[in-house]
């Protein structure tokens, strides 16, 4: 019996995705999705196009460095202004212009020097055979020079989130990179950096800093009404008429706003809206929708980043959590007794221990991606002390700690 009825309810389900109400074209409100234009957006295109504007012409420019929080446009800038390059390249000219996108944070990418070079060969020579390790480092970038120097090429390579590979491999690879202008005969290389961290630059070697000879565009944040227009000009395409309660926009905006002016989050929140008013089987997306999504959205994501953060980062976030839970009523914990935890819990799981320097800058990452809330508090002439407690939900925490349990051995 309950067999039937499970089948009864399952094409119930299917029966109200036949009868969509709510979506024209779910994919405008995706983060892949390429507008025809570009809102509040003017000025840092034309900025891009100007700089870049030399490449028709096959000379090499400037290398370029676009920064602004995340969900401000950079990404969005830089491909459109490479798909204007593309339809102006002529084709009778006597060098190639090629333009070449890469996302640094990608985890099969962005893990090594090595995989990253990998990568670009083969963006370069599809048919190139490629090992997924096992070269020395000094062949892997003669592969490289030989897969973009067999033919006059300017060549402009897009990295985006270039912040988290200098993070995760070192400055040399930056260096090493632009450097390579020298030993090629026939192509050269303009670097395009895309990064989320605004002091990106200034935290490089100043010897890999004097290499890059570049030029900088910041995307400050989106204010709420900017990003409005941004909803109001996506909701016309990716949603039947009439679906939009009064007032959704305006609280997505809000929500967005809040959350430094980030564009793309207003986006997801409209879209996750959309598909809990469509799973109520309701006739529109209400206000209540975007309640429920901007919830979904945060567990989501501070869950996500827990999964996918570097077992060091696990680590001192469970030293929190641990240390929190067995203290007496809600008192916080200070930076000191986290490190005292941690290098306790590094023991028990074999990793090296890292200095309470590099411990002090995780848990500075911890507050800003809003896991927890740090407060530096006077102690008079006892100096300063940062003291810790959790900025997420009770139920999100205990998500995080059966993610960190299953990945080491925690107490």
């Known amino acids: 019996?309950?067999?039937?009825?499970?089948?009864?309810?399952?094409?119930?389900?299917?029966?109200?995705?036949?009868?969509?109400?709510?979506?024209?074209?779910?994919?405008?409100?995706?983060?892949?999705?390429?507008?025809?234009?570009?809102?509040?957006?003017?000025?840092?295109?034309?900025?891009?196009?100007?700089?870049?504007?030399?490449?028709?012409?096959?000379?090499?420019?400037?290398?370029?460095?676009?920064?602004?929080?995340?969900?401000?446009?950079?990404?969005?800038?830089?491909?459109?202004?490479?798909?204007?390059?593309y339809k102006r390249a002529k084709k009778d000219t006597d060098f190639k212009l090629k333009i070449e996108y890469l996302n640094c944070k990608l985890k099969k990418v962005s893990d090594t020097e090595y995989r990253i070079l990998a990568e670009l060969i083969k963006k370069f020579k599809p048919d190139e055979d490629v090992p997924i390790?096992?070269?020395?480092?000094?062949?892997?970038?003669?592969?490289?020079?030989?897969?973009?120097?067999?033919?006059?090429?300017?060549?402009?390579?897009?990295?985006?989130?270039?912040?988290?590979?200098?993070?995760?491999?070192?400055?040399d690879f930056l260096y090493n990179l632009v450097r390579l202008n020298s030993e090629l005969s026939k192509s050269q290389i303009c670097l395009v950096g895309i990064s989320n961290n605004l002091t990106f630059l200034d935290e490089l070697d100043p010897r890999v800093r004097s290499s890059l000879s570049?030029?900088?565009?910041?995307?400050?944040?989106?204010?709420?009404?900017?990003?409005?227009?941004?909803?109001?000009?996506?909701?016309?395409?990716?949603?039947?008429?009439?679906?939009l309660q009064e007032g959704v926009i305006s609280k997505c905006a809000a929500f967005a706003a809040k959350e430094h002016g980030d564009a793309r989050r207003a986006l997801d929140l409209l879209r996750v809206a959309g598909e809990l008013a469509e799973r109520d089987g309701s006739k529109k997306i209400l206000l209540k929708h975007i309640d429920e999504a901007n919830e979904k959205i945060e567990k989501d994501k501070i869950l996500d980043t827990i999964t996918s953060e570097p077992k060091q980062f696990q680590v001192v976030l469970g030293s929190i959590?641990?240390?929190?839970?067995?203290?007496?009523?809600?008192?916080?914990?200070?930076?000191g007794d986290v490190y005292d935890f941690y290098q306790q819990l590094?023991?028990?799981?074999?990793?090296?221990?890292?200095?309470?320097?590099?411990?002090?800058?995780?848990?500075?990452?911890?507050?800003?991606?809003?896991?927890?809330?740090?407060?530096?508090?006077?102690?008079?002439?006892?100096?300063?002390?940062?003291?810790?407690?959790?900025?997420?939900?009770?139920?999100?925490?205990?998500?995080?700690?059966?993610?960190?349990?299953?990945s080491l051995n925690y107490i």
């Open 346 to 406: 590094c023991i028990k799981n074999k990793l090296d221990v890292l200095t309470q320097r590099r411990v002090s800058e995780i848990i500075q990452e911890l507050d800003m991606l809003g896991i927890i809330n740090v407060r530096v508090i006077s102690k008079g002439r006892g100096g300063r002390m940062r003291e810790i407690r959790m900025a997420i939900s009770k139920g999100i925490v205990g998500k995080a700690k059966e993610i960190i349990e299953n």
């Open 214 to 243: 570049e030029e900088e565009i910041v995307f400050h944040p989106y204010n709420a009404l900017q990003i409005q227009d941004i909803l109001n000009q996506r909701a016309i395409l990716a949603f039947k008429e009439g679906v």
């Open 133 to 171: 390790t096992g070269l020395p480092t000094q062949a892997i970038y003669s592969k490289f020079i030989d897969s973009i120097d067999s033919e006059k090429n300017l060549i402009v390579l897009i990295l985006d989130e270039i912040d988290q590979t200098v993070k995760k491999i070192s400055n």
């Open 321 to 335: 959590i641990y240390l929190l839970e067995n203290q007496n009523g809600n008192n916080p914990v200070f930076t």
């Open 1 to 85: 019996m309950w067999v039937i009825d499970m089948k009864l309810e399952i094409e119930k389900i299917f029966d109200t995705i036949d009868k969509n109400a709510i979506f024209k074209d779910k994919s405008i409100l995706q983060a892949n999705y390429a507008p025809n234009e570009i809102p509040h957006r003017d000025e840092q295109i034309r900025q891009i196009a100007l700089i870049l504007a030399p490449v028709l012409r096959g000379e090499k420019t400037s290398n370029l460095f676009l920064y602004g929080k995340t969900g401000t446009g950079k990404t969005l800038a830089m491909r459109y202004v490479q798909e204007e390059l």
